[in-house]
T-cell receptor, first 116, second 110 residues
Framework: DTGVSQDPRHKITKRGQNVTFRCDPI?????LYWYRQTLGQGPEFLTY????????KSRLLSDRFSAERPKGSFSTLEIQRTEQGDSAMYLC??????????????FGAGTRLSVL | QQPVQSPQAVILREGEDAVINCSSS?????VHWYRQKHGEAPVFLMI?????EQKGHDKISASFNEKKQQSSLYLTASQLSYSGTYFC???????????FGKGTHLIIQP
């Protein structure tokens, strides 16, 4: 198992464009989380899924953000009409619900978004 | 509410010890510790659960005072590879996203 995989690693876009990021969690991990991290700050929680159900959304997740996990495996995060304030590192994490390692969130390397 | 980490930064010589603290104003279910190097993913170090259960790396120890909602991470005999930013993440329920502190920057000098 190669861990949590995110694609692309870097994305540069112009203000107003839509962008989509993908996250492939560790195989068999039920929970998948999205976080956003800006320079010098800790990650900020955006949303999480248990299997295909989106169970919690932060108030940080404006209407321009949408996340899906259609088959309970990979997830996508879409940002519509991007703004310069959306520039950040978008991190994905996954965890197990049961078992010895339950609750431990393993992070991917992130997608760095730059909005010009 | 964001947990408060202290100190903000610490510089050590290789072989010295360090303690990083994390405190919350809310009752917690768990505290998670991560280390992040520049441009890399946060790496899991330790999870401490309400009730005393702990899971993590053998060479790192931590404590969780449930009454005070405080956790401390103990780094002993530090190595150059310990350099990075340490984050604590807190969880109020058993199925939440984590709320992270602002981090503690650790620099280990040879």
């Amino acid at each position: 198992d190669t861990g949590v995989s995110q694609d692309p690693r870097h994305k540069i876009t112009k203000r107003g464009q839509n962008v989509t990021f993908r996250c492939d969690p560790i195989s068999e991990h039920n929970r998948l989380y999205w976080y956003r991290q800006t320079l010098g700050q800790g990650p900020e929680f955006l949303t999480y899924f248990q299997n295909e159900a989106q169970l919690e959304k932060s108030r940080l997740l404006s209407d321009r953000f949408s996340a899906e996990r259609p088959k309970g495996s990979f997830s996508t995060l879409e940002i519509q009409r991007t703004e310069q304030g959306d520039s950040a590192m978008y991190l994905c994490a996954s965890s197990l619900v049961r078992g010895r390692d339950r609750g431990i969130q393993y992070f991917g390397a992130g997608t760095r978004l730059s909005v010009l | 509410q964001q947990p408060v980490q202290s100190p903000q930064a610490v510089i050590l010589r290789e072989g010295e010890d360090a303690v990083i603290n994390c405190s919350s104003s809310k009752a917690l279910y768990s505290v998670h510790w991560y280390r992040q190097k520049h441009g890399e993913a946060p790496v899991f170090l330790m999870i401490l659960l309400k009730g005393g259960e702990q899971k993590g790396h053998d060479k790192i120890s931590a404590s969780f005072n449930e009454k005070k909602q405080q956790s401390s991470l103990y780094l002993t005999a530090s190595q150059l590879s310990y350099s990075g930013t340490y984050f604590c993440g807190t969880e109020k329920g058993g199925a939440d996203g984590l709320t992270f502190g602002k981090g503690t920057h650790l620099i280990i000098q040879p």
